[in-house]
């Protein structure tokens, strides 16, 4: 009498291995190719919702102004609020009051 031997993906052991492969191919498409928890959060951008938004070199109104930008720009920022002003990056600040979070950022 010839041996029998299982196929390796029949009954129960079958239906877990299909599932995960399901799952993760799922995973995999929601996440657009990129790796769970490997990501960066979302940057933080602001849009300038003043007529002219003046970036400081400090949070503070009374350092001296170092650019302008004009309403609607959007602008790389940090999630550092200080003295209602938010850092835009290595000393340049922005009054909080003038800007709002862009589509999409995490601004936190």
Not at 82 to 100: S, T, Y
């Amino acid at each position: 009498m010839p041996m029998r031997v299982d196929a390796p993906f029949r009954g129960v052991r079958g239906l877990v291995v299909l599932g995960v492969v399901v799952v993760a191919v799922a995973m995999y498409a929601i996440s657009g190719g990129q790796r769970f928890g490997s990501g960066a959060p979302d940057p933080c951008r602001v849009e300038v919702a003043v007529e002219v938004l003046e970036v400081r070199g400090g949070p503070d109104a009374a350092l001296p102004v170092l650019s302008t930008a004009p309403r609607g720009a959007v602008l790389n920022a940090q999630r550092v609020v200080q003295n209602g002003f938010r850092l835009l990056a290595d000393d340049r600040w922005v009054a909080q009051e003038g800007v709002a979070t862009a589509a999409g950022a995490d601004c936190g």
